[in-house]
DNA sequence: CGGTATCCAGCGCGATACTG
DNA sequence: CAGTATCGCGCTGGATACCG
């Protein structure tokens, strides 16, 4: 289960149900999946063909073989990537994309291209504002 | 128009540094503010047009104050976000996105059309492998 | 090799209270 | 209205150990 135990904020919302918007909608769970810090990864990585578990390891620097697994049994189940196991002696698994997997994974390569292309004027920014904030030391009071 | 150059990425691991498969690269955090939970539907918002405090947190059902202010400071710091505080007496602050914001909105809104687009797909997919997992008993526990 | 199960530290995040 | 500060619970996720 999601949250059923978190008290829900929504209520009046003016954007309609059935979209990301909405906390409820399946929409906004997978969308979670497809972002999330481990499941973007993965999906970038197999963009660039099947790979193996351990290539994906070492292909995403900082996972775990935990979050790894985890990530790949969402994206399993949401259809986007496909599992395929060999029953040879030392066992030996391969994880591709699926379509619908390669249209998200296109998808996310684009937002991802954007990032690197614009990570220097992002970090300009970064260091403006925090020059700043050591210029201004808070003139608080009166 | 995105990368003229080849950041090409060609299956052999050893992650090159400056793209967000090492874990230290600043497009990596980046990549993850633009990403995360409640950053991205945030930037999403912000596409329909300039939005005061307020109006964000009802239109982005189950956000805290404490994370919409938290993730509004990230996106600000990394310059995606413009945030004007109107000196009035019961003040208003309005928060919009920048030129560079609209531009990762823009792809982020790509990819939030696609997963509602293929919502349902994934959904049968998602019950399909339910079904399985019902179907196929492991010996958990007696 | 490719997992899965367990333990547990850390912090993410929500709730609450206070400021301007 | 638009935050900031503080507290504390619970989930995230890393480390370790163990099966197929």
């Known amino acids: 289960m999601k949250r059923p135990t978190a ?8 954007f309609r149900k059935g979209n990301v918007y909405d906390v409820n909608c399946p929409s906004r769970a997978v969308l979670e999946h497809v972002t999330s810090r481990w499941g973007s ?8 063909g099947t790979q193996r578990f351990s290539e994906l390891v ?14 790949l049994k969402a994206l399993e189940a949401d259809g986007l990537v496909a599992r395929r196991v060999y029953p040879t002696v030392p066992p030996k698994v391969e994880y591709s994309l699926t379509k619908m997997g390669s249209e998200v ?9 954007w ?15 925090e020059a700043n904030k050591s210029a201004k030391p808070q003139p608080m009071q009166a």
């Open 7 to 14: 008290k829900l904020i929504s209520g009046r919302q003016k």
């Open 115 to 129: 990032v690197e292309d614009s990570i220097s004027e992002v970090m300009r920014n970064r260091s403006r504002v």
């Open 58 to 71: 070492r292909g995403i620097g900082g996972v775990s073989e935990k979050m790894l697994a985890q990530s």
């Open 41 to 48: 990864l993965v999906l970038l990585v197999l963009l660039e």
């Open 105 to 113: 994974a296109v998808h996310l390569r684009t937002l991802t291209d």
